[in-house]
């Protein structure tokens, strides 16, 4: 990676962003530093580095240049606590753009090619120097094949009475790169619980990664491409419902109507209304609780996509007094941004702070509504605890 960031002096000293007031908000919610308390990983600190050097009053070692690009998990938990409203994320998404590297590369490949990337990304880091060890892009593998069943919870919930005043309406399902690639079990089993309500479920029109991810990892033209190709193939599907089982996809999409990506003016509205959970279409349909039950389900909230909480609601709902939440414990897991492949340790370490927190016992299991999630917090649970998306609960 370039020492040379001299696109920092564009991103700041022209008022584009306030000024970091250096108040330290943004410490205790950053899953880096309450992991690791390392103040230097902070979004406090890259703000600070960032009009530094918009200043010309340092200079950044090749290292130091890594560590400001990469480690970063685009939560946006910073953004919330900042007085001013500064991202770190976004910040960060602007310089990986400007400077894009064979890491934003190996990133947006993964997202692009799901499994198929992961020998490619091995040959690439063969061939290229520095920033992915071949032992980060192998264990970011691992956690994707961490998906498979071996500590996947057992189906324990079945439907009973479908809720059916959505009957008669058609659907598309955004299923996401993880459901498409590694998991079509999650894809399945939302077809199935949509035809029980009586939704016709469509054929895919050629969907692909809503394009969250690559925004992060600093590819806005790549970004762009997918987001207008989704757009596209919902038009083609006549502007149906759009059900989503991913917080992350679910943000991710969202956030379109506030872009200029070609939406009509009469699109707007449609677009925001059909975009809906698979949570909020079950809407009052009830499950019989089997015999495979846990004891304790403890509900890890994603990070993106978490202010609606449909998710949430649903499965208090039907899991009962088994569903173990609380408010004021809500840890990131790791997995954003381009943490996983460029910093393993580090994001490794904020799970372990996730499960040190939610301490589960063997039986019990962890759920949660994100692919991304999933992937991490499977891929580091104890021996004896179930981790998965809610579909895997049911049955």
Known sequence: ???????????????????????????????????????????????????????????????????????????????????????????????????????????????????????????????????????????????????????????????????????????????????????????????????????????????TCCGCTLGHAGAPQAQAAMQQQNIDAWRRAGRPLMVVFCATCRCGLRAYARKDLGLAMDELTPWCENLVSLAELLGDTTFEIGQAAPPAVRYHRPCHGAGGNQDLSLLRRIMGERLVFRENETPCCGFGGLTKLTHPDLSEAVARDALAIYAPKPGEQIVTGCSGCVTQLRAAAPDGVGVGHWLETIG
């Not at 400077?99 to 091995?122: N, Q, S, T």
Request: glycine share 10%.
């Open 1 to 207: 990676m370039s020492t040379e960031l001299s696109p920092v002096h564009c991103l700041h000293g022209q008022g584009r962003r306030p000024t970091c007031i250096l108040c330290g908000r943004c410490l205790p919610v950053c899953p880096l530093f309450t992991a690791t308390g390392r103040e230097e990983l902070s979004p406090r600190a890259k703000f600070f580095l960032a009009k530094a050097l918009g200043e010309g009053r340092a200079e950044l070692s090749a290292k130091a240049a890594e560590m400001l690009t990469t480690a970063c998990l685009s939560c946006g938990r910073c953004e919330d606590a900042c007085p001013l409203g500064l991202c770190g994320p976004d910040l960060v998404a602007e310089i990986r753009a400007a400077h894009p590297g064979f890491a934003g590369m190996l990133w947006k490949l993964w997202v692009e090619r799901a499994g198929l990337a992961w020998p490619l990304a091995m040959t690439l880091g063969k061939l290229l120097p520095g920033n992915i060890p071949i032992a980060a892009v192998s264990r970011a593998r691992d956690a994707l094949a961490a998906l498979g069943a071996g500590k996947a919870p057992a189906p324990w919930l079945f439907p009973k009475n479908f809720d059916t005043r959505q009957a008669g309406k058609k659907a598309v399902i955004f299923a996401g790169c993880v459901a498409e690639h590694a998991n079509p079990r999650w894809k399945a089993e939302a077809a199935r619980l949509l035809e029980g309500l009586g939704v016709e479920v469509l054929p895919d029109p050629g969907f």
